[in-house]
């Protein structure tokens, strides 16, 4: 199990502050779509650039036009770009053909999925190299967790490493270890802690205790 740290709220020196900090702790740094929205894919090209041995995410949420975005992100140094699972199917395969070419990886993110078992096999077989369950900010305000999906899509994905990202804090990560995810995506919980690099480091012992 990796950790990956979401960067969401902060802008670009805010982000190469913050992996500063913790860097020895996490395996995969996103840069969060806020963060692309309102920076562009330069926070993705400055994040690399000071951190050049670090594996870096873009979390585009690509849902069109995927080929192509996906060869922008990985130009700008991304190592793993993002693409909503809800896309079209001719999408995940642009995006998915693009990353190969690239030397890259596609992570599909299952937010506002239906019928996530079905849909997560068929990213399994479209080749996507994650899958990802994610509550996002909107459900989490009222009360919503992944921890049901992840253990569905667990039953199909045969290929995919599975992922979970959400609201993920020190208090429910047990019950995230316990899932056993490739990789755990943690955002607030650790970049709203006071003390960043000790929260960091407290979730990395905990997922390697597994
Ligand atoms: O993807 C995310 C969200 O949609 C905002 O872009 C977050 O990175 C993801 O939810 C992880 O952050 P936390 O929920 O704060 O752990």
Do not use: W
């Amino acid at each position: 199990m990796k950790l990956q740290l979401a960067l969401d709220l902060v802008d670009i020196n805010g982000a190469i502050e913050v992996v500063k900090e913790v860097e020895s702790h996490v395996d995969v740094v996103e840069i969060g779509t806020p963060v692309v929205i309102n920076e562009g894919l330069k926070a993705v090209k400055e994040v690399k650039k000071a951190f050049p041995d670090m594996t870096v995410l873009a979390d585009l949420k690509i849902m069109d036009a995927a080929g192509y975005e996906v060869s922008q992100a990985s130009a700008s140094g991304a190592d793993i770009i993002t693409i909503l699972g809800a896309a079209e199917d001719e999408s995940i395969k642009g995006a998915v053909k693009e990353a190969k070419n690239q030397g890259k990886q596609i992570l599909a993110d299952m937010i506002a999925v239906q019928d996530i078992e079905t849909r997560a096999g068929e990213l399994d077989q479209l080749g996507v190299d994650y899958i990802c369950v994610h509550t996002g900010y909107d459900l989490q305000a009222v009360g919503k967790d992944s921890f049901e999906d992840l253990a569905a899509i667990k039953k199909v994905v045969k290929h995919a490493k599975t992922a979970i990202a959400g609201g993920i804090k020190l208090e429910t990560l047990p019950e995230v270890i316990n899932h056993n995810p490739d990789l755990i995506i943690v955002g607030g919980g650790i970049t709203g802690q006071d003390d960043q690099a000790a929260a960091a480091k407290q979730i990395k012992e905990l997922i390697n205790q597994g």
